[in-house]
Structure formats: structure tokens, C-alpha cells
């Protein structure tokens, strides 16, 4: 069994910051990436960030220049470093992870269970 817990949600001030944590846990034979997604009320889940195990990043555009993901490989662990946050950066903040538990068999993609953020303005 492979979990992911979130930590580090919570109510912030419009132009502060949060620092987002994951880690993943269980059986686990190799990490091949990990990202974070964010829901809104009402809004279609959506990518936010992503980051391979060789350290290759990709960010959506409403969040460039402001959020920074990186992770510990060998803590298995990935991180959200959220910067000059806005009212619109209100979401569930999950943490997605592409896993292989053992080395004969495929990945899969895996899911924490969401950690709130409140920006409010």
C-alpha cells in the first residue's frame, strides 16, 4: 500500500506565503515524479506543478515566478513553496505522485487526500 499525506495547508493573508509538504510511504521501489493539483469550489481540478525524479519542473501559468516545487528524493518527499499568494490561489492542494512499487511492475499514479488553502483578500 502506498500513501501520500499533505501537510502545511491553512489561511493566509493575500500577498503572504505557505510552504506545502507531501510525503509518500508503503511499499515503494521507485518515485517517477510528483506534483501538486489544486481544486476550487466549483472548478475542475487542475495542475499546478510537477517535478520529475531527475529534478525536470513544470508550472502552470497562473502560478509561475510566484510558487516553486521541489522535492527530497530520499525522504521521499515533494514541496510547495507558495509565494506573493492571492485570493484566486483558494483551494484543496492535492499531492500526486507517479510510483512504481516494485521494479517488475508498472507505475501508478497516486493521490494524498488535500490540504486546505485560504487566501484571503
Known amino acids: 500500500q502506498v500513501q501520500l499525506v499533505e501537510s502545511g495547508g491553512g489561511l493566509v493573508q493575500a500577498g503572504g506565503s505557505l510552504r506545502l509538504s507531501c510525503v509518500a510511504s508503503?511499499?515503494?521501489?521507485?518515485?517517477?515524479?510528483m506534483g501538486w493539483y489544486r481544486q476550487a469550489p466549483g472548478k475542475q481540478r487542475e495542475l499546478v506543478a510537477g517535478?520529475?525524479?531527475?529534478?525536470?519542473?513544470n508550472y502552470s501559468d497562473s502560478v509561475k515566478g510566484r510558487f516553486t516545487i521541489f522535492q527530497d528524493n530520499a525522504k521521499k518527499m515533494v514541496y510547495l513553496q507558495m509565494n506573493t499568494l492571492k485570493p484566486g490561489d483558494t483551494a484543496v492542494y492535492y499531492c500526486?505522485?507517479?510510483?512504481?512499487?516494485?521494479?517488475?511492475?508498472?507505475?501508478?499514479?497516486?493521490w494524498g487526500q488535500g490540504t486546505q488553502v485560504t487566501v484571503s483578500s
Open positions: 500526486n505522485a507517479d510510483i512504481r512499487r516494485r521494479s517488475y511492475m508498472e507505475s501508478n499514479v497516486y
Open positions: 508503503g511499499i515503494i521501489f521507485s518515485v517517477d515524479s
Open positions: 517535478i520529475t525524479s531527475g529534478g525536470i519542473t
